[in-house]
Structure formats: C-alpha cells, structure tokens
C-alpha cells in the first residue's frame, strides 16, 4: 500500500496491483496475501470462514463475532433471488454480501465490483477461504462505477470503517466506469449498490442494464440523497421497502412495479 499527499493535503489510497496477481494467479501462479485474522463459524449448519483486516470496522466486527453484518436485510433480500440467479454486488467491501448470496440463496454468479485497495485482500481471502471461486466473479475488481467513464479518482483512508472510504475526482490513480459500458450484456435478477453517497450516480450508469433486467435492487442511500432517490425510483417505476436505518443511511429494497 502506498499513500502520498495530494495538493489538498488528503492522504489517499494508491491501487495495490491485486488485479494482476489475480490474473497472474489464474495463469498458475501462486498468490499471496498479507496475513490476516481468520474466524470460524457455522452459520444455518455451514462452516463460514471471514478473514479480517481492520481492527474496528463495522462489518469485520460482526465477522468477529461469527456472524455476517446486516444478516436480516440480506434474509430479506434472499427471498428475491430465484434460483440459478446472476447478481451484481457493486460496492462489495470485504464480501459480505456476496459471501452470504452466494452461499446461501441458489445464486449460480455473483459479480463482484470493489474499488478500494483496501477492501480487495480480505474481499479475495474471503472468497478464496470460502471455496467460492466458482461462484463469485473476481474479474471486475480494482475500478468504480458511475454515470460517465473517467479517471484520476482517489480514496480517502477511513481508519475505523473500511466501508466508509469514499471515492473523490481529481486526486488519485482510480478508474470509475459507466455500468453499462462495463456490463454491456449482464441480466442480473439482483443488484446490490452500497457507494457511500454515489449511488445516484451509479443508477444513472446502468440505465440500460435496468431497462433491460428490471432487477431486484437493494440500495444503501444516503439521506442527502434521499429526495433525488425517491424521485428516480417513482421515474424508473420501481416500489420501495425499507429494510433498516443508520443515522445517515437507509437499506432500500427497489422492487420493480412490473414484476409484481
């Protein structure tokens, strides 16, 4: 990991080149990770194991206790999946959700896309731990998604909550695309965005795909933006759910109107 100082005096977080020695990988060779704490838990008669790298963030926190985070708005979300189901995870963090759509819902792909350098190791250890290559798609990693292709994006470093990391333009070496550019032909049943704040952004990036999937959609949204959000899910025909609220943020399910 390499940090520098950028003109604003903001320490930020420059890729690690995970995707290459994924790719490296694939090809034979062996891929190595930094050393992390691993728990073992069984979960509705599973063995689960979570690998962690952050001493108090949220989400490993709960992966601490045996346990995956917000584990009743993912049983929520699990009655939406139909069998053999492709699902996006845009905003994956350590695997969280992935982990538990793929291992307990019927999801034949889960489509992995992560930005954070940070978040890539315990994300790839998790599913490697997992056994859960053959379910979970490791080739989208390393980029973001928004409503327009560009580069020069930048992370600021969260100490206490690697999924609180955002995403800011003009001050790194980060690749945000355009969802439909990057998933020209995917028909997800189920897409799961948690952006920290760009979600609107990302809905606007996938207009095709949505257009084209009517998936299921469940959506961090942050209150700034949730007057814009209720907008779009009333333009875009799709009814909401709440599942859960933070301080700052609610988990939405998006159902769409022509699918009931």
């Known amino acids: 990991m390499i940090q520098t100082q950028t003109d604003r005096?903001?320490?930020?977080?420059?890729?690690?080149?995970?995707?290459?020695?994924?790719?490296?990988?694939?090809?034979?060779a062996p891929l190595r990770l930094a050393p992390m704490e691993v728990v073992h838990a069984t979960i509705r008669?599973?063995?689960?194991?979570?690998?962690?790298?952050?001493?108090?963030?949220?989400?490993?926190?709960?992966?601490?206790?045996?346990r995956f985070y917000e584990a009743q708005d993912l049983a929520r979300l699990a009655t939406h999946v139909p069998p053999g189901a492709t699902i996006l995870d845009i905003g994956a963090n350590v695997g969280n959700h992935a982990l538990y759509l793929a291992m307990f819902t019927g999801a034949q792909r889960?489509?992995?896309?992560?930005?954070?350098?940070?978040?890539?190791e315990p994300l790839v250890a998790n599913v490697l731990a997992n056994r859960m290559q053959g379910l979970i798609d490791l080739d989208h990693l390393g980029f973001g998604l928004g409503d327009a292709d560009s580069a020069g994006w930048g992370m600021k470093k969260h100490d206490r909550n690697l999924g609180a990391t955002r995403m800011f333009a003009g001050a790194g070496d980060l690749v945000v695309r355009k969802g439909d550019h990057a998933f020209p032909d995917l028909t997800p049943a189920i897409v799961k965005i948690d952006v920290e704040g760009m979600e609107l952004p990302v809905l606007r990036?996938?207009?095709?795909?949505?257009?084209?999937?009517?998936?299921?959609?469940?959506?961090?949204?942050?209150?700034?933006?949730?007057?814009?959000?209720?907008r779009w899910a009333d333009q875009n025909r799709y009814d909401t759910e709440i599942l859960s609220r933070e301080a700052k943020t609610t988990n939405t399910l998006l159902i769409p109107q022509d699918r009931k």
């Open 110 to 120: 889960v489509v992995v896309v992560e930005p954070n350098p940070l978040a890539l």
């Open 205 to 230: 990036g996938l207009q095709a795909l949505i257009a084209r999937a009517r998936p299921v959609i469940f959506i961090e949204v942050h209150i700034d933006n949730a007057d814009a959000f209720a």
């Open 45 to 66: 008669r599973r063995p689960v194991a979570f690998c962690l790298n952050m001493a108090d963030d949220p989400i490993q926190n709960a992966h601490r206790q045996g």
């Open 9 to 28: 005096g903001v320490p930020v977080i420059r890729p690690e080149p995970m995707t290459d020695r994924l790719a490296a990988w694939k090809g034979g």
